[in-house]
């Protein structure tokens, strides 16, 4: 099946610091989200990006779906954006496969 | 907005019972899943729900687990006799159309824990 990577698996940083998430996949997709979870467990859906770019606030996310990657960007980090960030991925059936995420850590 | 709702947030079960766990998906989506999360663990596919039937399960979904959609709103995942390992965090997702071109939502999730 289709092979789902994230890097890096933990992250910490400064508050205002800006940072990057990679997500590499081994095959092609139909779709890709981005998530955040929170401290509290719930996901959070950031982005449908199966190509492209996309720009939400402080948050962007961009799919290269030839070369098989996703990266998303967070710029000037507040302490409210730690947690974990999963990439997720779908091909022509029904499920999307979960990375193991990236822990991110905001500290003040 | 719209949002995929869950109840109870949290249940807690003792080993061999059965538990019934609530979702209502966004009101005219077409596809229903459920995931499940074991703490500190990524996010596994369960069982996808179209029409009524169930269009895809992964091994994890055994003969303990079911599905229904008891009526125009409500989606339910049962586990019939519980087992430590099923403590989890549960999260039902919904999507308009098909994984092709749609975003899957998903619910704040309902904690599992089985003693």
């Known amino acids: 099946g289709i092979q789902v990577e994230q890097s890096p698996p933990d992250l910490i940083l400064q508050e205002g610091a800006n940072s990057t998430l990679r997500c590499n996949f081994s095959?092609?997709?139909?779709?890709l989200q981005w998530f955040h979870q929170n401290p509290w467990g719930q996901l959070i859906n950031l982005f449908y990006?199966?190509?492209g770019t996309k720009q939400n606030g402080r948050l962007s996310a961009t799919t290269v779906a030839t070369e098989r990657y996703s990266l998303l960007y967070i710029s000037t980090s507040q302490t409210t954006d730690s947690g974990v960030y999963f990439c997720?991925?779908?091909?022509?059936?029904?499920?999307?496969?979960f990375g193991k995420g990236t822990r991110l850590h905001i500290l003040p | 907005e719209p949002e995929v709702t869950q109840t109870p947030s949290h249940q807690v079960t003792q080993m061999g019972q059965e538990v019934i766990l609530r979702c209502v998906p966004i009101?005219?989506?077409?596809?229903f899943y459920w995931y499940r999360q074991i703490l500190g663990q990524k996010v596994e596919f369960l069982v996808s729900?179209?029409?009524?039937?169930?269009?895809?399960k992964s091994e994890i979904f055994d003969d303990q687990f079911s599905v229904e959609r008891p009526d125009g709103s409500n989606f339910t995942l049962k586990i019939r006799s519980t087992k430590l390992e099923d403590s989890a965090m549960y999260f039902c997702?919904?999507?308009?159309?098909?994984?092709?071109?749609?975003?899957?939502?998903f619910g704040p999730g309902t904690r599992l824990t089985v003693l």
């Open positions: 997702a919904s999507s308009g159309w098909d994984t092709r071109t749609d975003t899957q939502y």
């Open positions: 095959d092609s997709v139909n779709n």
């Open positions: 990006i199966p190509s």
């Open positions: 997720a991925l779908g091909r022509r059936d029904d499920k999307i496969i």
């Open positions: 009101s005219n989506h077409l596809y």
């Open positions: 729900f179209y029409n009524n039937e169930i269009s895809e």
